[in-house]
């Protein structure tokens, strides 16, 4: 049965459910009104704060009044929901977190737990992996750049947003979770069961020379100690007559902005711009520039990208093509360049707010565009995935190992065409180099 329900005489329950409806208005009401008519665009009409907060706090009394379930309708249930809809509905990246959430999030830094090995981001709703991290329990059941995870633990993963799908994948090292995957490219649905296990990544990977002077060092991930090791493994290159550098971040996700920085100083003279922020508040708004020459600045580069290459990647890669210091081979970007601050709220909770943006030095935004390579070689994510896991000697999914004998009859190793192209430009920009060059005096 349905209908209109009116009301008799006021009851001193509605009476003090009134009373504080108004005290949370109020409370919403002693932020700085002033401010919000302030940022109101030129031209347009101003926000009107004190009606629209009205109408959430009526729309919130009205709620805990009439719904059937009241024990779902208590005032700080409803208004941490509202919360949590407000930041979600901004982008995928913002976040109300209660008490335990935000405490979850400080423990994060230095906690010991176990994850998968793969780093993920919203792609149209969608939770999607950017790339697996090469050795991790993700990379050996089979997982790729691209994936959509649909379920994990046969719940789905609509509205859930990136932190509260970290949070349900990790766990004890050893324990499992079972996630299922749509691959785009084939159609193909797949229920994964992963043991968790402590992940624990080397920054630089595979520094070697190529031949012909070409020196090749992959960076794995953006951390504290990654500049020092990228400078360990390049100076043990030139010892070995390295003239040029092919620098890998393909399915190199991310991590420390200030990282990034660091690498890019190494190939870049003093005082060139890196990367800066544009955000509304001017604390949101900061250069990073180079503080002194690089010790590698003329060294000729080529700087290998693909889908899985986010975030500090990006930033790296852009810069160093803004600046023309390296050629970029290989396939467009992720797209995943915005600043999340974490801004603590009263009673232990916070809010994790997008409040600005990374932009190149030639003012190009990196947050849901990517950056294009200068030449571009295609490289499906299957045959990178096997070339990684032969340079690691990985008996890939499954887990299964194999002897030398087995491995040895293994169909041949992929051909890596993107490196073979950055290549070979380096050999072209040597050349040329050479020929320029002024004669010696005689």
Not at 31 to 60: F, V
Not at 94 to 122: C, H, P, V, W, Y
Not at 315 to 327: E, N, P, S, Y
Not at 430 to 442: D, L, R, S, T
Request: hydrophobic letters at 40%.
């Amino acid at each position: 049965m349905s209908g209109w329900s009116t009301g008799g005489d006021d009851s001193a329950a509605r009476r003090m459910a009134r009373g504080a409806a108004a005290v949370l208005a109020a409370a919403l009401l002693a932020a700085p009104l002033a401010r919000a008519a302030e940022s109101t665009p030129s031209g347009t009409p101003a926000d009107d704060p004190y009606s629209e907060i009205l109408l959430l706090t009526r729309a919130i009394e009205q709620i805990r009044r009439s719904y059937v379930d009241g024990d779902k309708v208590a005032y700080r249930d409803l208004v941490h929901s509202a919360l949590r809809g407000m930041l979600q509905s901004l982008d995928e990246h913002s976040q109300f977190m209660n008490e335990a959430d935000f405490e979850d999030m400080k423990e994060d830094t230095s906690a010991r737990f176990g994850g998968l090995g793969i780093t993920i981001g919203l792609r149209d709703g969608v939770l999607t992996v950017i790339a697996p991290i090469e050795g991790t329990p993700a990379f050996r059941a089979g997982i790729l750049p691209g994936d959509k995870i649909v379920e994990i633990e046969d719940e789905t993963t609509d509205g859930v947003n990136v932190s509260e799908a970290v949070k349900k994948m990790r766990g004890e090292p050893g324990t499992k979770v079972t996630i299922r995957i749509a691959r785009p490219k084939t159609g193909e649905m797949k229920k994964i069961e992963i043991v968790r296990a402590i992940i624990t990544v080397p920054m630089v990977k595979d520094a070697k020379m190529l031949g012909d002077g070409v020196g090749y060092v992959r960076v794995v991930q953006f951390s504290e100690p990654t500049a020092g090791k990228l400078d360990e493994a390049l100076r043990q290159l030139e010892g070995e007559g390295m003239r040029a550098l092919v620098l890998d971040l393909r399915n190199n996700p991310g991590g420390l902005l200030r990282s990034a920085v660091d690498v890019c100083e190494a190939f870049l003279p003093r005082g060139e711009l890196i990367v800066y922020t544009q955000g509304r508040e001017e604390n949101d708004r900061q250069t990073h520039v180079t503080a002194a020459p690089g010790r590698y600045r003329d060294l000729p580069m080529a700087v290998l990208v693909n889908a899985g290459s986010a975030s500090a990647s990006e930033i790296v890669a852009g810069c160093l093509q803004d600046h023309r210091r390296a050629v970029l081979v290989g396939e467009k970007t992720f797209g995943k360049g915005s600043v999340q601050t974490v801004i603590p709220l009263d009673e232990g909770a916070a809010v994790r707010l997008t409040t600005a943006k990374y932009y190149t030095p030639s003012r190009r935004v990196i947050h849901e565009f990517g950056i294009e390579p200068d030449v571009v070689v295609p490289m499906s994510v299957e045959t990178w995935q096997e070339i990684l896991r032969r340079q690691a000697g990985d008996p890939g999914e499954g887990g299964a190992t194999t002897n030398a004998a087995a491995a040895a009859a293994r169909t041949p190793t992929p051909v890596d065409a993107q490196l073979d192209r950055a290549r070979e430009i380096l050999k072209g920009v040597m050349i040329f180099k050479a020929e320029a060059a002024p004669a010696p005096a005689g």
